[in-house]
């Protein structure tokens, strides 16, 4: 099993400038995240997923975006990219919902803005 | 917002030292998880913990839940090379949401 994977591992963006960060999973796990990792602060939840269709923000949803149109695939839209956006994401998965069930990583997209 | 609170931010312990990570919420949590993340790795889930005072081990790595289910601690007794990255805890709240805490840096000299 690959379990959640994550393309590209690394990108560098203008800022203005837009991209589509891929996860994948092959666990057959109807709850899909997307974090974002700043140095010292710690996992923010960006979106989150409960099902293919469907997506809610998390506590930090501006200048992003997402879709789950199937159980394995949840990508996550920059529009208009911002230095604010440089960051290390995470995409990860589980069996249940939130607390109470174990969260599986991908290996983290690094981007810079510049 | 709702916060999970975790403490010392970075620790540099000589191999062999014990060391523990503390994890502080003001709200009751369901349960507390643990991970861990190697230096430019991403987080692994280590445990989870659900009852009041639980106590867990893993060999070298004892997990402890507060009796009120507000604290949390991971202690690493006689540390290795092996134990170096980043721990976080995660507080489960309202059974749905689960909040991250900032993380521990363990850097261990051999």
């Known amino acids: 099993n690959a379990g959640v994977t994550q393309t590209p591992k690394f990108r560098i963006l203008k800022i203005g400038q837009s991209m589509t960060l891929q996860c994948t999973q092959d666990m057959n796990h109807n709850y899909m995240y997307w974090y974002r990792q700043d140095p010292g602060m710690g996992l923010k939840l960006i979106y989150y997923?409960?099902?293919?269709?469907?997506?809610d923000k998390g506590e930090v949803p501006n200048g992003y975006n997402v879709s789950r149109s199937t159980t394995e695939d949840f990508p996550l839209r920059l529009e208009l990219a911002a230095p604010s956006q440089t960051s290390v994401y995470f995409c990860?998965?589980?069996?249940?919902?939130?607390?109470?069930?174990?969260?599986?990583f991908g290996n983290g997209t690094r981007l810079t803005v510049t | 917002g709702q916060q999970v609170m975790q403490i010392p931010q970075y620790q540099h312990v000589q191999e062999g030292e014990d060391f523990t990570t503390y994890c502080n919420s003001s709200t009751t949590l369901s349960n507390i998880q643990w991970y861990k993340q190697r230096p430019g790795g991403h987080p692994v889930f280590l445990i989870q913990?659900?009852?009041?005072?639980e106590v867990k081990k893993q060999k070298r790595l004892t997990f402890q839940f507060g009796e009120a289910k507000k604290n949390s601690s991971l202690h690493i007794t006689a540390t290795q090379t092996t134990d170096v990255g980043t721990y976080f805890c995660a507080g489960g709240i309202g059974g749905n949401k689960l909040v991250f805490g900032a993380g521990t840096i363990l850097r261990v000299k051999s």
């Open positions: 913990l659900v009852k009041s005072g």
């Open positions: 997923s409960v099902g293919a269709g469907i997506t």
């Open positions: 990860a998965s589980s069996a249940r919902q939130g607390a109470g069930s174990p969260l599986h």
